[in-house]
Each structure stands twice: as C-alpha cells, then as structure tokens.
C-alpha cells in the first residue's frame, strides 16, 4: 500500500506558476507509475500529467501539454508537478494518484490510491 499527500496548492493569478507536491508513504514508491488528475466543480476527474515508474517516460493531457511538467524524485518519494502560464481554466482541486502499472493511464480507474486533493485557484 501508499499514502499520498499533496501539497502546493493555493491562489494565483493567470499567467503565474505553482508547483504541487505528492508525498508519498512506504519503501516501494519506486514500483508506482504516478498521475496527477484535476476536478472543476461540476465536471468530471480528469487526467493532467502521468510518469512511469523511472521518470522516463511522461504522458500529458493536450491541455496542459508545454506548459505544465510531471517529475519525481524517487529518493524523496515525492512526484512534482510544475504548472507555469496558468489560466482560469486551470482552476481545480487536484490530485495525485498511483498506480502499479508499468506506465501511467489515463483512466481514473486504473489507480488504485489516491490522495485527499489540493485546491489551485487561478484569477483572471
């Protein structure tokens, strides 16, 4: 099992950046791929950004693609996610997630840990 706890969020305007954390618990981060997903209100979970189980291999949603960016340090056992150019539509409660597939998917339902969510709040 891992817990995973993010951090990070907060209040921005738009075309400023922030960077989230995902913390996550146990000696075996290494054999997680990782996802970061996002929920507006009203809208379904979606995928942002996912890393393979090395930090190889990442994957983005074209939303985010050029301006967001997904690393890990896994002797930290802790996954970044680096938003820069941030817009109002970027506004969400998001979320970490792992999975022990070998790479990251796209569909929520193939993680099976997920962390409580860190609210960003982009203005115009």
């Known amino acids: 099992q891992v817990q995973l706890v993010e951090t990070g969020g907060g209040l921005v305007q738009a075309g400023e950046s922030l960077r989230l954390s995902c913390a996550a618990s146990?000696?075996?981060?290494?054999?997680?791929?990782m996802g970061w997903f996002r929920q507006a209100p009203g809208k379904e979970r979606e995928f942002v950004a996912g890393?393979?189980?090395?930090?190889?291999?990442?994957y983005y949603a074209d939303s985010v693609k050029g301006r967001f960016t997904i690393s890990r340090d896994n002797a930290k056992n802790t996954v970044y996610l680096q938003m820069n150019s941030l817009k109002p539509e970027d506004t969400a409660d998001y979320y970490c997630?792992?999975?022990?597939?070998?790479?990251?998917?796209?569909?929520?339902?193939?993680?099976?840990?997920w962390g409580p969510g860190t609210q960003v709040t982009v203005s115009s």
């Open positions: 997630a792992a999975t022990q597939s070998l790479v990251p998917t796209t569909r929520r339902s193939g993680y099976g840990y």
């Open positions: 146990g000696r075996t981060f290494t054999t997680y791929a």
């Open positions: 890393i393979s189980r090395s930090g190889g291999s990442t």
